[in-house]
Nanobody
Framework: QVQLVESGGGLVQAGGSLRLSCAAS????????MGWFRQAPGKERNIVAS????????YYADSVKGRFTISRDNAKNTGYLQMNSLKAEDTAVYSC??????????????????WGQGTQVTVSS
């Protein structure tokens, strides 16, 4: 069992930066992939970025490539999402998720079993 708690959201002007953190409890976090998702009002939840258990492999949605960076520190049981050059369209509730990557899936397509409660990111234009 893994419990996830996000922090670091807030209000920022367009062009600014935020760093989200995802604190995990449970011994298995370091063995699991981790992803960041976002959901804007009236829209479906979409993956933003993901990282494998070791940190060697990452995935980014096209909309955030070159602006966002996902990372993790397994010693601290914490994952991060550094968001730079923020745009108004990045406004959403951001949630972190974790899970075991099943064979035949990727860190972008896998099922994530554990979810945080989400943190609001609002970018003013």
């Amino acid at each position: 069992q893994v419990q996830l708690v996000e922090s670091g959201g807030g209000l920022v002007q367009a062009g600014g930066s935020l760093r989200l953190s995802c604190a995990a409890s449970g011994r298995t976090f370091s063995s699991y992939a981790m992803g960041w998702f976002r959901q804007a009002p009236g829209k479906e939840r979409n993956i933003v970025a993901s990282i494998d258990w070791s940190g060697d492999r990452t995935y980014y949605a096209d909309s955030v490539k070159g602006r966002f960076t996902i990372s993790r520190d397994n010693a601290k049981n914490t994952g991060y999402l550094q968001m730079n050059s923020l745009k108004a369209e990045d406004t959403a509730v951001y949630s972190c998720a974790s899970g075991y990557r099943a064979p035949g899936t990727t860190i972008a397509t896998m099922r994530y079993n554990y979810w945080g409660q989400g943190t609001q990111v609002t970018v003013s234009s």
